[in-house]
């Protein structure tokens, strides 16, 4: 009892002061909410790091066969099949770019020795002889663009037909409503096969097969979001004012539905990637001479215990594009999605 009772000295109270004019002081500088969201990607460091790599691989994608001084559909038998070899990592063992092959036996070749070859191939050659460094990074170009055009034009479409469903909703609504769950019905295999029948195969009949059902879950997603939105009071308001539909969805609604937008567009170009590839790897992709990451891996499939370089790169490759889109898109839906937020 006797440490309760023990009194405090009264000097050790003092009044608080408090200086009026400091009241209206703003502490925090005053961020849009572009801004904001900038601030929490820099502050994601999986998708700070994956949105640098994601650049580099962008530029590299135009660079590379820039870079390399050598054609992506030349061909010279003569240096089929060989490893990589990059100077100056030539000679350090634990790298896997000194131009040796292991044979059967288990014996070391210099590959470049033996076929008498004085130029360097950093990523080796294919079958044909056709630099590996040059084709993937043309690959990869082919890839992005194909991802890129697909979500584009799925992004137009869906966004589109989302915001016009939701918003005027009632009997229109009901039916473009059930022209979708037609289009999901469909099977994307069934709509790339006839788009090959009807098309040759390559970029056109990929980006058209893409883009026929590709775009329903944009539609669905911006609608879901426009029916909550159209009940707000800044839209009861713009109305008041005697605005057009319109413009009331151009100036109100998507600048709202931006964030859903871009969300959605990062996680559908990596989709489209890989399903690039996949045609590509059963034969329902681009031909040659042009190829695509998804063809670069079906070629090296076919040599994988011979020549395991000629798969392992570009299948490097998707796997990083497949990875850095993914965390990229995570990162931007923590950023500007309200619901995620501190």
Do not use: C
């Amino acid at each position: 009892m006797a440490d309760f009772e023990t009194k405090i000295p009264k000097d050790r109270f003092r009044p608080a002061e408090i200086d009026a004019t400091k009241s209206e002081e703003i502490n925090k500088p005053s961020l849009t909410f572009w801004q904001d969201a900038w601030m929490r990607v820099r502050k994601n460091k999986g998708a700070l790091v994956s949105l640098i790599v994601m650049a580099l691989l962008v530029i590299m994608a135009f660079l590379g066969p820039v870079i390399s001084g050598k054609e992506f559909d030349t061909q010279n038998v003569r240096h089929n099949n060989l490893p990589p070899k990059i100077q100056g990592l030539e000679n350090i063992s634990w790298l896997p770019f000194d131009g040796v092959k292991v044979n059967k036996a288990g014996k070391e070749i210099d590959m470049y020795e033996v076929k008498k070859v004085e130029e360097y191939y950093w990523f080796g050659t294919d079958a044909l002889g056709r630099d590996l460094f040059t084709r993937v990074w043309k690959g990869t170009q082919i890839s992005l663009y194909i991802a890129l055009l697909a979500a584009v034009i799925d992004m137009i479409i869906g966004v589109a037909y989302g915001a016009i469903s939701g918003y005027f909703g009632g009997r229109l609504d009901n039916v473009m409503q059930r022209i979708t769950e037609i289009l999901v019905g469909i099977p994307t295999m069934i709509v790339v096969i006839l788009m090959i029948l009807v098309l040759k195969p390559g970029i056109i009949s990929i980006t058209v097969a893409l883009t026929i059902t590709g775009w329903v879950g944009m539609a669905r997603v911006v609608r879901a979001q426009t029916l909550k939105l159209k009940e707000q009071e800044f839209v009861l308001a713009s109305k008041t004012l005697g605005n057009s539909d319109g413009k009331i969805i151009s100036k109100h609604l998507l600048p709202n539905l931006a964030g859903v937008i871009i969300i959605n567009t990062m996680f559908t170009i990596p989709n489209a990637v890989f399903f690039e590839a996949f045609l590509s790897f059963i034969g329902l992709g681009l031909q040659d001479p042009y190829a695509s990451l998804g063809t670069l891996i079906d070629e090296g499939f076919k040599v994988l215990r011979l020549h395991p370089h000629e798969m392992i790169i570009p299948a490097i490759i998707i796997s990083i594009i497949m990875i850095t889109f993914n965390m990229l898109a995570d990162g931007l839906r923590d950023a500007l999605d309200p619901k995620m937020r501190d």
